[in-house]
């Protein structure tokens, strides 16, 4: 840090357990990733490559090498693993992740209909050599899921060996745990955390208004996801309460 | 690409005929334009300089080397022609375009009133040595054209020598084809592709969600424009159905 | 400039004394720092390092030093003051701007409750050895601040020493002198512009939108701030009346 401020919120550092955030990436060139960890790498401790951008992405074992020599680990996006499922060709996602060194995955359902069981098994499978990463939550704003049901899933992922549980909430925010408009569903989230251990739950959170909101509910080390990479060092500032809409909800009023 | 998926919509290579994409750059450096070339060169066909920026920008040529070097044509926004003929300066337009060795030119007159006859002219003279696109609908979101007008205005100016038409949107999306939502005019657009080969348009749809509903509509290889360049690989996914929004359009089941 | 067009609006040239343009700076790597002033040197006249992003950005003298040689001034968002003033460690903070050699200072209010003759006393002392920018308007969408009221603070702040005065919008551009919906309180910003000189106001005005309302009202050479780095070339092109929104705005018609 640059300088010394009393009174911060006590912030997890590197290998964080709780405290997380998640960059997505969705087509940086090498440059621009090295750019990136030269301000973050101390704030970002996972690394999504956006839906199926990896596909697409030349100079990819370039990019993952910055991300690996910053100590940060890479996964695909979930929906790159529903395309090789839905085809058939789960095997040549293995050979994949091996091809690339990727050793964090996410396991999601949010594309096609995946009878839960067997994403488990999935889970579970990925998970013997595998960190895994699994979303529970829709793409399509028309499945509405019943936060009995939120819980039952995300507990049984869990168990399944899953190391974390992603909220879903698209790049866009306004699926899964939050409403068209962005809003947060906060009876939902409510009722998820009085079951489920928070530090084992990323929320999907890309918009500030829904960083603030985890923050002020759940403290300055709340797992965060789909930050955008030019916001992640804006995220920092709310966690410490350094940003106008955090400020006074941190502070301790000097002795 | 970095891998194999079986049933990918079958996707135009470059040089292209149809499925272009048409980038906005609004000021990029030199530096951030190598950044982008160095991912996206195989799926950006056509770069535009977002209206006046040509003017402002400090190191153009260097920019211009940049792309040239890459393969893609670049051209001046319309609006930047539009200053030019209404100061009467028409002829330092075409000194300046050989000045820079710029080939394409847009023709358009969303922020001036020109007869439609003489926009013709215009087009037609520059069609003698450029290759132009010409833009039909009008910036100013209360000047309605009724889909009549539109082909009629746009297949006049086929006619009369444009490569494409493009479809005005702005770069916020929220004109012409679109309402001030930004949703699109769909029966405008079906009106349109009734009575146009799709190839010959080029659609502004600078929104992810009107782009997926572009694709969705005409297929991977719409031609799609105002892209920003840091949406060019995400397009790319959707055009190929790596991104949950068209994952389930294009798949055919595997056998 | 790249080329000659008649009739175009004078614009002032650095150092500007009106027409100002400050950009916020949220978390830039250094060297996306050396692209922003390899674009936008000259019309960028003074750099905010967003609220307290200086506490956790890395090589922070880095990347002042290439602000310093491109003779662009940079100060630390006014949210960083409140914060070591909340503390009591004001003096901590004159200690930090020596540290990084910082001459310009932001004086707000808009996080924490200063009362206002308490304000005015660290304008008046910062006034003897910075140059001092003090921010009128709550971050707080609640609290909505008449205009007699607006004027008198920013009268007594001047009088106390502020260089300019801000007109606050945060970075969304959602309060102060901003509706909820980023339009404009008019009514507000002319009874301000009766009573106090446009050339001792910065306005803040993220959104395009903002930014045309402010041109076509007080002309291309009115001082606008919080704009996005992205954002500094486009602004140039509005000023200039070389982008849609502004063209016809400017134009005298040739003779």
Known sequence: MNFELKNLPERTGKPRKTGLAMVMDKGLSVREAEDLVSVADQYIDIIKLGFGTAYVTPHLENKLAVYRSA??????????????????????????????????????D??????????????????????VLSEVGSKDELKII??????ELMKTELEAGAWKVIAEAREGGNVGIYRGTGEVRSGLVEEILWQIPGENILWEAPAKAQQVWFIKLAGA?????????AEILPLETLRLGLRGDTLLHFLNPPA
Chains 1, 2, 3 share one sequence.
């Open 221 to 229: 080390n709340v797992n965060l996801g789909n930050i955008s990479p």
């Open 71 to 108: 100590g940060i680990p890479v996964y695909f996006g979930g929906t790159l693993m529903e395309c090789f499922i839905i085809r058939n060709q789960f095997e040549d996602y293995l050979r994949l992740m091996d091809k690339f060194k990727i050793d964090y995955v996410e396991v999601s």
């Open 146 to 151: 019943p936060p009995y049901k939120w819980i």
């Open 110 to 131: 949010g594309s096609i209909d995946l009878p839960h069981e067997e994403k488990c098994k999935y889970i579970n499978k990925l998970s013997k050599s595998k960190t």
